[in-house]
């Protein structure tokens, strides 16, 4: 029988990717089935009734108290872990304290504003129902707004970005993970080079693949700005895109423009694409996913983000799956479907594409056009977007904790129909530290025993975690590694032509 014990740390704030690692080094205990540490807001308290981490109906907490929730398999266990989570945000906080910091810290947006009155853009990353809150508050400041927390009101999305838009000032987000101003990565973003290209992106990782292979091809990135995954919605209308495409129109320092979503709405295509024929600029257009779209003369339609990446750098040709070897001798009673485990959705997203336009069936649970739901995969090639909110909800990204694919991965390895496994590994700013080196030890040597794996590294040699070292400890662990994203999907499909005999 299972015990769930859970203690309330009154006015205590840290952030959520401290949080999630210390939840998780805390469910990695002997003894525990399952922990939680999270700001006790009532989707918060929601989440963990859910997970049968809280035995009662509700607890005395608030959106600014922290919840420490564990279920374990003995009383003992339970209060072992919860002391070992309180131990350890004692410790992090200590690490993080007045004596690093060298003195006061604000905990608030005017006391933030005091201490940095020139700042013109405010961060916002709290629990979801308080970030329309402080986002008003900073737009009255007069200040730009990154919302980088998820669970917003769509309503409050549309009202902030409506008076954002009549204030002449930018809301990224929510939900925005992803941005660089002026050469400096903001939450999820790599250290790329400065350049002439700028980026207008409603996917964190889109905005990632793109900037990173521009990069390392040689390029740069003026400033590449997110609007958050909604923003294209027929609801949002665009708001942030326009006005995030007037910003990178105005800049001098910029020459090209790429824009990058999933499919927008039809009336907001028609938005877009009156805005970039009055431009002066040439713009890259990749709307993963979408159909054939009329654009004007000055914009050039990129299917997948590697071809966003070839058109903005000038119609230069990356290396390409040809560039890696896959054993195709490996035939030991594997079948011949490919199994997709992504951190990134977009990434997840032009994988799918690119199978579609193989002919190639395949399920997913966040399809594109041409793909099939997940609940009719059938003989379909099945590719998971991990970081989709129902394998998040109250866990850890798997670009922060690549452990939350250990799952998935082991029942991959277990299903004697996948010949493929095809993966994507993100670093940079806020991703774990090691990514590659934590699936080298879950391979654990038994690559030739195991599906073919293939994988692409979004990231650049500038980030800490550095992108060559990571794709040479994935080569040394058995990993077949494409040079970006597309290239893996299209290693997969090769790989399983062999594997048919055609």
Known sequence: MSISLHRVRTGFFLDSVALMRISRAVADSDGVEDAALMMGSPTNQRLMLDAGLLSGEGIDASGGDLVIAVRARSGAAAEQALEAAEYALDADRGSRGQQKTGGWRPRDLRGASQVLPVANLVLI??????????????????????IFSDNVALADEVALKRQARDLGLLVMGPDCGTAIIDGVPLAFANRVSRGEIGIVGASGTGIQEVSSLLSEAGGGVSHALGVGGRDLSEAVGGISTLMAMEVLEADPGTRHIV?????????????????????????????????????PHNATLARTLKA???????????????????????????????????????????????????????????????????????????????????????????????????APLAEAFADAGVGVILLDIVIGQGAAEDP????????????????????????????????????????????????????????ALEWIGSRRGG
Not at 128 to 143: D, T, V
Not at 263 to 270: E, K, Q, R, S, T
């Open 308 to 406: 966003a990446a070839e058109h903005a750098l000038g119609g230069v040709s990356l290396a390409g799956p040809e560039a890696v070897r896959v054993e195709t001798h490996r035939t030991n009673a594997r079948g011949s479907r490919v199994r997709g485990l992504f951190a990134g959705g977009t990434l997840a997203a032009e994988a799918q594409v690119v199978f579609t336009e193989a002919g190639e069936a395949v399920a997913s649970n966040a399809p594109v056009p041409g793909a099939r739901e997940l609940g009719r995969a059938d003989d379909a090639h099945v590719l998971l977007d991990l970081g989709d909110d129902e394998y998040t909800r109250g866990r850890p990204h798997p670009m922060i904790d690549p452990a939350v694919r250990d």
């Open 125 to 146: 990353s709290v629990p979801g129902s308080y970030a329309a809150a402080e986002a008003r508050k900073a737009l009255a400041s007069g200040r730009h707004v990154m």
């Open 436 to 491: 590659a080196g934590h699936l080298a030890n879950c391979l654990n040597g038994r690559a030739e025993q195991l599906p073919v794996i293939v994988c692409s590294v979004t990231g650049t040699r500038g980030d800490r975690q550095d992108r060559s070292q990571q794709i040479a400890t994935l080569r040394e662990a058995g990993v077949v590694v494409a040079p970006s994203n597309a290239d893996a999907a299209a290693l």
């Open 259 to 295: 824009l990058i979503s999933k499919p927008p709405a039809g009336d907001v295509v028609a938005r877009i694409t009156a805005k970039i024929a009055a431009s002066a600029k040439s713009y890259t257009v990749c709307f993963v996913g979408a159909d054939s779209i009329p654009l």
